[in-house]
């Protein structure tokens, strides 16, 4: 059996290294965003506040955009990103409100 890392030059066995380990810090960073989400979700139900809020929403898209763009990383992938988190985090939230967990 071959090696697969056989032929593949060191800078490029670097790079993918760094973006292994990106990689991994934002699984983790999304999953602490998600443990701390749920924790929104439990309190607004308890309050029985609604698992949406637009205009929060909206604030947080218009500063991902803003940092975004100040990072040199395209806004609307930026926004397209938070836009999927946001769905998820209300799907959450509506289970929970709904007596179901994630």
């Keep these: 059996m071959s090696d697969p890392a056989a032929g593949i030059p060191a800078e490029l066995k670097k790079y993918r290294a760094s973006i292994d380990n990106l990689d991994a810090a934002l699984i983790h960073i999304l999953a602490e965003r998600f443990r701390i989400t749920k924790e929104v ?7 029985a506040m609604p698992p949406a809020d637009p205009d ?3 604030r947080q898209v218009d500063r991902l955009r ?14 397209k990103l938070l836009n999927f988190i946001i769905r998820e ?3 959450h939230h509506e289970q ?7």
């Design 41 to 47: 979700g439990e309190l607004k139900a308890r309050h």
């Design 56 to 58: 929060r929403e909206k």
């Design 66 to 79: 803003r940092l975004a763009a100040e990072a040199e990383l395209d806004p609307d992938f930026a926004e």
């Design 89 to 91: 985090v209300i799907r």
């Design 96 to 102: 929970i409100a709904g007596g179901g967990r994630n």
